[in-house]
């Protein structure tokens, strides 16, 4: 583990995630003063701290370890079947600015290419009625 620079990639996780080291402390629940600490690079997380942010926030382990690889895991896919609207807007709250940027747009890729198969199946349609010499 490179332990050396972990202070630094917390603070460019808390900095990434727009928090101040009180609102990202009271989210976290690492003391303030033990996040500035650690930010300082003056100690080394404890496992709890490091698991913690592992568990609740998302960012990639190989990352905040090491500092190798992307700084998050890729965005979580909710599994929608069997989910109410509340469900579904509780967990988009969860998601942070980005992972809900790209969800969006996920779902206007397929709205788009529902309404492009379904404005198909029209013109299959017509075009089958034509053949048939049906008017509409």
Do not use: C
Request: charged fraction near 35%; charge should be positive.
């Amino acid at each position: 583990m490179n332990t050396e620079k972990i202070g630094r990639r917390i603070l460019s996780l808390r900095k990434d995630l727009k928090l101040s080291q009180t609102k990202f402390s009271e989210l976290t629940g690492i003391q303030r003063t033990y996040l500035s600490v650690i930010e300082k690079e003056q100690k080394i997380p404890s496992f709890n701290v490091i698991s913690y942010l592992l568990d609740t926030t998302e960012v990639n382990a190989s990352w905040l370890l090491a500092g190798k690889g992307k700084m998050y895991n890729d965005v979580p896919m909710l599994n929608l079947k069997g989910k109410t609207v509340n469900e579904i807007d509780e967990h988009l709250k969860t998601l942070r600015p980005a992972q809900r940027e790209e969800i969006f747009g996920r779902t206007l890729e397929m709205v788009r290419m529902n309404e492009m198969e379904e404005k198909l199946e029209r013109l299959l349609k017509e075009r089958d009625d034509k053949e048939k010499g049906i008017e509409n």
